[in-house]
């Protein structure tokens, strides 16, 4: 089995530092199932590429009964694919053999390991018995994975047979190191769904920390935990409830604070209100009749959406189950009438993952929810937005840190909200929002929400981007 990683990251040997191997030279490495292979088949400024090469040793694995799991199994043992397709095994090969890079340390250049920068990772066979092409996109696109394959007929001399569940697998995206081998890490043997070892409690907790930060918003996450953890009842309703509770209620709690704070700073403007209204008129303005807002907390927005009759089809979706409750609280979604609860719909979910309930809408709103974005997270952002999701008007609103000067009670260099990750000056936002729109055939217009300064422009920018 081959796994193959590529960067054109400049200058991209650095991926030699980010893998702790020397390109310099073949390494081998024992396996306690056979043997493992690190080269590089390129190796410039320009492109880089480090192979894995697993070979198992199919004598050893009927010699230790690592074969596939199951009974009346005697011929299976010595004809299988495990020595070809990637699974189990190879997830045990990148924890083994790219332990550091998983773990997301590099001596040589720690700056680099928290960067997101263009991957290619090739798998060359993977086995996707059930579900075919369809599960290999259902698993990687919701990570913003740009997904090729490749199949390969049952039996080359009798194509009436139809095709194999063998796959070439391509994802390319920006990411960090760490994350692409953590996503192959999970998701490898959930494909192949044949895992060669036994699975007790310390499984739950490999899922756990490999799968921080993606996989409890993942919209496969049940299918993804049933699979990893071989269909073990008790570990699965383990896994699922540590993957929705303390974290979520933590930063539950930590975004009521700051959003808080955010609402004292800007009350005396009634800034809220005056954002909403104006996001509203442009929304009404763009002639959607089904729109979402995407990062809707409590439902503030939702809630004047719903007095408008323009809108038929009203989704609000948010990371936070807690908001949602909240959300669905204040909407009185339990005592309204049918014909009005047909119009509206909460989801939970995140902005940085493909996610194809968003799919077919005339218009979206993002309202103070770029900020709240780690700068790596991005591209992920724009590609499920823009790309994936495609909705004919996109609204957004994000703060302008210029006028942060106009805030008495807000100390130079703070953000407004404790969990902003950056507050962009009216320059930035335009630059991004420009090569947003053209990278994928938008135009954006821009416009102020709240009291213009001469100097430094108004307490909140907007961006309406108009697919072309």
């Given amino acids: ?16 530092y980010l893998v702790y191997k020397n390109p310099a030279r073949v390494q081998e490495f024992n396996l306690a199932f056979g043997r493992a292979h690190v080269f590089y088949p390129e190796v410039s400024e320009r492109l ?4 894995l090469l697993v070979e198992i040793d199919p004598i050893g694995l009927v010699r230790n009964r690592r074969g596939p799991a199951g009974e009346n199994r005697s011929l299976e043992q010595y004809v299988n694919d495990r020595p070809y397709v990637a699974s189990s095994f190879l997830s045990v090969a990148i924890a083994d053999i790219f332990s550091t890079a998983l773990a997301g340390r590099s001596k040589d250049r720690p700056e680099l390991v928290a960067t997101a920068i263009p991957l290619i990772a090739t798998v060359s066979v993977v ?20 997904v090729e394959t490749s199949g390969f007929p049952l039996e080359q001399t009798f194509p009436e047979w139809g095709a194999s569940p063998y796959f070439t697998l391509k994802l390319t995206a920006q990411k960090t190191l760490k994350e692409l081998l953590s996503h192959l890490y999970v998701l ?12 007790g409690d310390a499984e739950v907790e490999k ?8 996989l409890s918003t993942h919209p496969e996450k049940d299918l993804i935990t049933r699979r990893y953890l071989k269909h073990r009842r008790t570990l699965i309703d383990d896994a699922l409830e ?55 907390g409590e439902g503030r927005l939702l809630s004047s959406l719903l007095r408008e009759k323009q809108f038929s089809e009203i989704v609000g979706m948010d990371v936070s189950h807690r908001a ?37 809408f005339d218009a979206a709103a993002v309202v103070e929810v770029v900020e709240h974005l780690d700068a790596p997270r991005l591209a992920a952002f724009e590609r499920v937005l823009f790309e994936f999701a495609k909705p004919a008007s996109v609204v957004m609103t994000t703060p302008n840190a210029e006028y942060n000067v106009k805030w008495e009670t807000l ?58």
């Avoid at 539950?252 to 004292?264: K, V």
């Avoid at 209204?277 to 009749?289: D, F, N, P, R, Y």
């Avoid at 204040?330 to 939970?348: A, E, I």
């Fill in 48 to 51: 880089c590429t480090v192979a």
């Fill in 207 to 214: 899922l756990l920390r490999h799968g921080e930060g993606w």
């Fill in 242 to 296: 540590r993957l929705t509770d303390e974290a979520v209620l933590r930063d539950d709690e930590r975004q009521a604070t700051a959003s808080a704070e955010e609402d004292e700073i800007e009350k005396k403007l009634s800034l809220n209100e005056q954002r909403l209204g104006t996001v509203i008129g442009a929304l009404k303005q763009s002639g959607a009749s089904k729109v979402m807002d995407l990062g809707c």
């Fill in 127 to 146: 086995r996707s018995r059930a579900g075919g092409e369809d599960l290999l996109r259902r698993l990687f696109e919701p990570l913003s994975y740009t």
């Fill in 188 to 199: 490898i043997p959930v494909l192949d769904n044949d895992k060669h070892y036994w699975i």
């Fill in 411 to 468: 100390p130079a260099g703070k953000f407004r909200h404790s969990d902003h990750r950056f507050e962009w000056t009216r320059e930035q936002f335009r630059t991004w929002a420009t090569n947003v729109a053209e990278k994928f055939g938008y135009e954006v217009r821009f416009g102020p929400v709240g009291p213009e300064d001469a100097s430094v422009g108004s307490p909140t920018q907007m961006g309406i981007f108009s697919r072309k």
């Fill in 1 to 16: 089995m081959l796994l193959t990683i590529s960067t054109t990251h400049e200058p991209a040997s650095d991926l030699g």
């Fill in 324 to 360: 949602l409750e909240i959300a669905a609280d204040k909407l009185h979604l339990d005592r309204m009438p049918p014909m009005q609860r047909q119009r509206v719909n909460l989801l939970h979910g995140s902005l940085i993952y493909r996610d194809r309930r968003l799919e077919n």
